[in-house]
């Protein structure tokens, strides 16, 4: 059964560090997010991405954060100075409905 | 504003005993639901889903849901739980436009005793 996957599982970074994480959708799948979850928190939406755009972004998507579908494969999100309070579990997500979610990645920021 | 409530924080079944998992959300427009199931340390897994017709679901896992627009409810049920069902649920709502959003409930977690 097709599935999301996303790398790496774990990262641990710096403070003012950039970050690239990656997920390779489900591969006839048009439409990609990204989620995260705050450790003991609900998942909250961040962006959501069609045809090369961003269709819809949330108040946490801001300035430091960027997508991008780089080849027919891959979609990233990028944090480009990640702060203390970006250290989550980050979930890529592809549709078309039902969304089907990847394992996550989980982001420490120190 | 959309939202979706999942009024129990935590929930202790025994093994082979039944479940019912409350959901209720607030959407503008007939809504696309969702159950997800995470398990500690992993990714989330589409339990089921409801986008139309008839309105009890069956799932993956033995599990079903029920929507009743009149109550704005989505609750899900298993007759008989097993110890690995013990993860944590989560309720879900959308527009069920191709690029929607969900908007997640915070969660259950079940805990299955012996």
């Known amino acids: 059964e097709p599935e999301v996957t996303q790398t790496p599982s774990h990262q641990v970074t710096q403070m003012g560090q950039e970050v690239i994480l990656r997920c390779v959708p489900i591969s006839n799948h048009l439409y990609f997010y990204w989620y995260r979850q705050i450790l003991g928190q609900k998942v909250e939406f961040l962006v959501s991405?069609?045809?090369?755009?961003?269709?819809?972004k949330s108040e946490i998507f801001d300035d430091q954060f960027s997508v991008e579908r780089p080849d027919g494969s891959n979609f990233t999100l990028k944090i480009r100075s990640t702060k203390l309070e970006d250290s989550a579990m980050y979930f890529c997500?592809?549709?078309?409905?039902?969304?089907?979610f990847g394992p996550g990645t989980r982001l420490l920021v120190l | 504003a959309q939202s979706v409530t999942q009024p129990d924080i935590h929930i202790t079944v025994s093994e082979g005993a039944s479940l019912e998992l409350r959901c209720n959300y607030s959407?503008?427009?007939?809504?696309?639901l969702f159950w997800y199931v995470q398990s500690p340390g992993q990714g989330l897994q589409l339990l089921l889903k409801?986008?139309?017709?008839?309105?009890l679901v069956q799932g993956i896992k033995g599990f079903e849901a029920e929507f009743k627009r009149s109550q704005s409810s989505f609750n899900l049920r298993k007759p008989s739980v097993h110890w690995s069902d013990a993860a944590e649920y989560f309720c879900?709502?959308?527009?069920?436009?191709?690029?929607?959003?969900?908007?997640f409930g915070k969660g259950t977690r079940l805990h299955i005793l012996p």
């Open positions: 997500a592809s549709s078309p409905p039902p969304q089907y």
């Open positions: 959407y503008g427009a007939t809504p696309y």
């Open positions: 991405f069609y045809n090369n755009e961003i269709s819809e």
């Open positions: 879900a709502v959308g527009a069920g436009r191709r690029d929607d959003k969900i908007i």
């Open positions: 409801y986008f139309s017709g008839d309105t």
